[in-house]
């Protein structure tokens, strides 16, 4: 089966450095993205991993190990307005680009 | 257009009847997608198409469900004699690489 599991949520205190971790499952793999997604809105593309190792985005950074079939999206210098879902996906290519999400981790950030 | 664009953003349906949503991709964009989204869980993928080809309808989650996009461009989903399972939100998206998601229609049936 696919399969993506991602903590459901997590909680930080702003300007600090949070770590959310992704674990996948999937029949094929052609990439893996992380969106955030704000209450009542469409998520917004973050990032991007395609190889091993880490993307570095401003304040987002992601990390890939196919091998482990692992991912971690890190945010640093926390800000209240990165209070969201940060939803994994794997994008599978059995025969055509198929995206599988993970259900989102919810991300408080406290004062 | 600047981004994706659906309508309506909001459709109170009684349970039964059928309704219609809309997707204006970004122009250009070869490939489209919809998902729905239940409260609180990520996007579940529905079905994709290239260009006006379906090419993929394996999340459609029942023959009620039904999604074409004739021209290519714009793409409606339709769902027939809607049960309150089906509530939720509706994504669609468009991508030349990366998905740009549009703002979603939000599905009550009562």
């Known amino acids: 089966g696919q399969n993506i599991d991602q903590p459901t949520e997590m909680t930080a205190t702003e300007g600090a450095i949070v770590q959310i971790n992704c674990t996948y499952q999937?029949?094929?793999?052609?990439?893996l993205f992380w969106y955030q997604q704000h209450a009542g809105e469409a998520p917004t593309f973050l990032s991007y991993?395609?190889?091993?190792g880490l993307e570095e985005k401003g304040r987002f950074s992601s990390f890939l190990s196919r091998s482990k079939g692992y991912s971690y999206l890190l945010l640093k210098e926390l800000q209240m307005k990165d209070s969201a879902s940060y939803l994994c996906a794997v994008r599978a290519t059995s025969g055509t680009y198929k995206y599988i999400f993970g259900t989102g981790t919810r991300l408080k950030v406290l004062a | 257009g600047a981004g994706v664009s659906q309508s309506p953003r909001y459709k109170v349906a009684k349970r039964g009847q059928d309704v219609a949503l809309r997707c204006d991709p970004i122009?250009?964009?070869?490939?489209l997608f919809w998902y729905q989204q239940a409260l609180g869980q990520g996007p579940e993928f529905l079905t994709y198409?290239?260009?006006?080809?379906?090419?993929?309808k394996s999340g459609l989650p029942s023959d009620r469900f039904f999604a074409e996009r004739p021209e290519g461009s714009v793409s409606t989903l339709k769902i027939q004699r809607t049960q309150q399972e089906d509530s939720a939100v509706y994504l669609c998206?468009?991508?030349?690489?990366?998905?740009?998601f549009g703002p979603g229609t939000r599905l009550t049936v009562l």
């Open positions: 998206a468009s991508s030349l690489g990366e998905q740009f």
């Open positions: 991993n395609v190889l091993d």
């Open positions: 198409f290239q260009n006006e080809a379906q090419l993929d």
């Open positions: 999937t029949s094929g793999f052609n990439g």
């Open positions: 122009s250009g964009h070869v490939s």
